[in-house]
């Protein structure tokens, strides 16, 4: 558990979706708020230029999420020992809590379409409403191998609220488990177009494109050696990394499109981070996997 210290300005209105916090508030205003909603920290300081543009774009994401979400924001020069215990190395950097623990972060400034796809993601985990129960349900079911009545459930969830978007993903993922690709893709294609890049919906497609490749993915231990006999062959460690990914090794697909991404961040047409992207869309929002693998590529991008 982290330990806040007790010193630092007061913060702003309780009731604000943005605002700034010092360390002595840290608990109440980042690990208790997140039991209830997600909160996203924004680590900046006056003197960093890129805070200056990710700072105002995540508050207009969060203002957007109609409280969804809140932000948090804390000068790093003013906080320094809750930037220490969160390992903050450089600015900006952003982590989001949910239910008291970081699921998620970047470092550095990002384009305000990625920070509303950001915010929106961890919007998201903030299911609410009477089906939350039934969701949670159905995805203990899947989880379980019950397929059948996990279908049952995600279809009643879809009848009972069309715009279920975590129903939509879960069904999909039910027809990925029983192989039926072609099916799974007509059940997200179904969903309203409201709720049709919603991050449910984007990672269950994630998912369906990861089930492709796995049936053209070759030998692990044969696209090992052609790596190692030349690690400068990007398509072989690109296919490497697939097959990994198709054998059930997703943090060594991952490590392997990491190497990619550091060796030539352009090779064909930025293919590594995309598929990067792809991976950790079809992973848990709090999957330690993701949370670590989008740190690495994040402190590539920024080095």
């Given at each position: 558990m982290l330990e806040m210290g007790q010193t630092g300005a007061a913060p702003a209105n309780d009731g604000a979706l943005v605002k700034e916090i010092s360390e002595a508030t840290f608990m109440e205003d980042v690990i208790e708020?997140?039991?209830?909603?997600?909160?996203?920290?924004?680590?900046?300081?006056?003197?960093?230029?890129?805070?200056?543009?990710?700072?105002?774009?995540?508050?207009?994401?969060?203002?957007?999420?109609?409280?969804?979400?809140?932000?948090?924001?804390?000068?790093?020069?003013?906080?320094?020992?809750?930037?220490g215990?969160?390992?903050?190395?450089?600015?900006?950097?952003?982590?989001?809590?949910?239910?008291?623990?970081?699921v998620d972060g970047f470092q550095g400034a990002l384009p305000q379409s990625?920070?509303?796809?950001?915010?929106?993601?961890?919007?998201?985990?903030?299911?609410?409403?009477?089906?939350?129960?039934?969701?949670?349900?159905?995805?203990?079911?899947?989880?379980?191998?019950?397929?059948?009545?996990?279908?049952?459930?995600?279809a009643a969830i879809i009848e009972e609220d069309p715009n279920a978007a975590a129903a939509y993903a879960g069904?999909?993922?039910?027809?990925?488990?029983?192989?039926?690709?072609e099916d799974a893709e007509a059940v997200l294609n179904g969903a309203p177009a409201e709720i049709s890049h919603s991050p449910e919906i984007d990672g269950a497609h994630a998912k369906i494109a990861l089930a492709r490749q796995a049936a053209?993915?070759?030998?692990?231990?044969?696209?090992r050696a052609k790596v190692a006999a030349d690690p400068a062959d990007h398509q072989a460690r690109f296919d490497l990394a697939k097959a990994l990914h198709a054998s059930g090794d997703v943090q060594g697909a991952v490590d392997e499109l990491l190497?990619?991404?550091?060796?030539?961040?352009?090779?064909?047409?930025g293919a590594a981070k995309a598929q990067l992207f792809t991976i950790f869309e079809a992973l848990p929002a709090n999957d330690p996997v993701s949370l670590a693998g989008r740190r690495k590529l994040s402190s590539i991008m920024f080095a």
């Open positions: 708020a997140s039991k209830e909603v997600p909160v996203i920290v924004d680590f900046w300081a006056p003197w960093c230029g890129p805070c200056r543009t990710l700072g105002p774009a995540l508050e207009a994401a969060v203002n957007a999420a109609g409280g969804k979400v809140k932000m948090v924001k804390i000068n790093v020069d003013e906080n320094q020992q809750v930037a215990q969160l390992r903050v190395q450089s600015i900006p950097t952003v982590y989001a809590f949910h239910d008291g623990q970081p990625q920070v509303n796809q950001f915010v929106e993601k961890m919007a998201a985990l903030a299911t609410e409403g009477p089906l939350a129960a039934a969701i949670a349900s159905a995805e203990e079911m899947l989880e379980a191998g019950a397929l059948d009545d996990a279908a049952q459930t995600f069904l999909a993922r039910v027809k990925i488990a029983e192989g039926n690709l053209e993915a070759g030998p692990v231990d044969d696209l190497e990619i991404f550091r060796r030539d961040r352009e090779w064909n047409d």
